[in-house]
């Protein structure tokens, strides 16, 4: 990975923010477009956010772009783009949270902070047998103690490195590799038979159920688009004109006419594509829903305040994910 080893604090701040809640083959490509456009902090804090966030688009919980955002804008004009140094310091920086701090403190500085990861959870779970709820508030506690307790103050870069790819690699989720591993002797899931029961997960979570309804209104040249500014997913990220629903919606030829009507005062408008219902899964939410494309003969008299924007020209906005799975059939 090209954040290993690296000791500069801005680099590895940012591969842990794009890093959280991402795959890291997924990550590495975003992290590898920032480095390159944002060289530096400064550069970084001085961009204009829609060409940021339209960087982003795609890695989904928008809500790291703008605290990164905010961040280096803080770390550039407040500190002259110096990054804190301690962890107490790191800590207070929007977007970042224990883990990340702990990342930063360590690997840049070679500080003493243990970081705890999915795999160092599952790496200390199996070696002290510990059947604590890793995602409990009691197992997070205990086991960020004991991370604490067993690591090496002197090299704390090199070790929490070193027991993350472990996890990674050898102490894996599924069909650990037990038979040659160095910590076998030392490992009590593996001596009393329980290395596949850890570590324990207290619950999955239940999800939200939320049906969005696309409708892709054509008129000439230019499609409807918003700006999302609500405290909710894909804040700051463009759509098309929303239908929500908590339940689903049978939508037909007459029901998309009626509504097209009745909402917003919209006759004759010619459906071109009703799309099958797309899904998908955020941390805490299940998002289904369909395109419905309809081309209009002219602009209702409440929609002409609205921002009706050249298709060849969205492809310069940033969408969320699950809009851009939806091919636009332009015609
Ligand atoms: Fe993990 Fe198996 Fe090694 Fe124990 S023996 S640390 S379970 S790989």
Redesign the pocket.
Known sequence: MPWKGIKDPYKIWLSEIILQQTRVEQGLDYYEKFIFFFPSVHDLATADEGVIFKLWEGLGYYNRCKNLITTAKYISEKLNGIFPNTYQDIITLKGVGPYTAAAIASFAYNLPFAVVDGNVF??LA??FAIETPIDSTIGKHEFNELAQQVLDKNEPALYNQAIMD??AT???PVN????T????Q?????QVGV?NK?PVKEKTLLKRKRWLYYFILQHQDTILVSKRTSKDIWENLYEYYLIESDAEILWNDTSIQQHLHHQLGIKNAKVTSVSLMVKQHLTHQLIQGQFIQATLSSIPHNLQQGQWHPINQLDKLPFPQFINQYKLIVG
């Not at 591993?181 to 076998?184: A, D, F, K, P």
């Not at 030392?186 to 593996?190: M, V």
């Open positions: 599952r790496v199996r070696l472990f996890g050898v102490c894996k650990p590799e037990c038979g591993c160095t910590l076998q030392h490992c009590r899931a593996y290395v850890l």
